[in-house]
């Protein structure tokens, strides 16, 4: 173990931190602020980072299936387990760099909690509503904005799979493109885009998402107040569906760009 703390947290969050700082990702800041005094402990046993991941992936599964059943009580206990999922999110990835355990398998399984988690999120919301409210019409609306985050996801990593086709590097050895065109905005524009972009990102993020259906859930449990739930998955289906639309638009635009931005970072 490190002698100083600090050090420890240097290999442990260090590039996340400073990816954090760049992207300026605030919403990672909470649960990482947790996680690093968890990992401290469990670095000192023979815990697995791919154990914690699968562990990680069960209390996310189980903490949707209790907000499904839909009692006051379930649904509080519910969402204390995702927090604990978003936790355990960055505690496998901390003791993986930790103890040098980084492994494909490790990445497939975090995945592949993401798309179970994300393509699950917002239809356990609709189904909770549903059983409050007996309108099906919340299924709906959340199987809709549970597709669209989903649809996010998958745009975001075309660029990846695009970056392993064979054909591609004839295609990237053909262009000519200097990554400072992508700088030309100037100004007060540039800083006005960046602060939409944050946003978009922000209130698009899983974490984020939790924490206000959460504020929902107990504005209805102790107030009374339900037609503030249904305003919110109906707000959200729309915000997500258009975010998907503006940056389907978006990444086609840069796709050129962000393969070879990958390609390269593979090949140096």
């Known amino acids: 173990m490190p002698e100083k703390f600090k050090e420890f947290k240097r ?3 260090g590039a996340k931190l400073e990816k954090q700082k760049r992207k300026k990702d605030w919403w990672h800041a909470a649960p990482r602020f947790i996680s690093i005094y968890i990992t ?4 000192k046993t023979p815990i697995t980072a791919n154990f914690v991941t699968l562990l990680g992936i069960a209390i996310g599964l189980t903490g949707l299936y209790l907000i499904f059943l839909g009692s006051k009580f379930t649904i509080i206990l519910g969402f204390i387990l995702l927090y604990v999922y978003y936790i355990s999110d960055e505690i496998d990835g901390e003791i993986a760099r930790y103890k040098k355990q980084t492994s494909v398998k490790g990445i ?3 995945e592949i909690g993401h798309l179970l988690f994300q393509g699950s999120l917002f239809f356990t919301f609709g189904v909770s509503l549903y059983n409050i409210t007996s309108n099906n019409l919340y299924i709906i609306l959340g199987f809709l904005s549970s597709f669209f985050l989903l649809c996010i996801r998958v745009v975001r990593k075309i660029c990846f799979v695009a970056t392993s086709k064979s054909s591609v590097a004839k295609i990237i050895n053909k262009k000519d493109i200097n990554p400072q065109e992508s700088e030309s905005l100037k100004g007060g524009f540039k800083l006005f885009k960046g602060i939409i972009i944050n946003l978009i990102n922000a209130f698009s993020h899983t974490m984020l998402i939790t924490t206000i259906f ?7 449990i102790y ?7 249904k305003l919110l998955l109906i ?3 729309f915000f997500i569906g258009i975010v998907f639309i503006i ?3 978006t990444k086609f635009r840069s796709l050129e760009k962000d393969i070879i931005k990958v390609y390269n970072s593979i090949n140096q």
């Open 235 to 237: 707000i959200y289906v």
């Open 40 to 43: 401290w402990i469990l670095v």
């Open 214 to 220: 959460f504020i929902g859930y107990i504005l209805f």
């Open 11 to 13: 290999i442990c969050q």
């Open 223 to 229: 107030f009374d107040l339900l037609w503030i739930l």
């Open 108 to 110: 497939y399984y975090d």
């Open 247 to 249: 940056f389907t638009f």
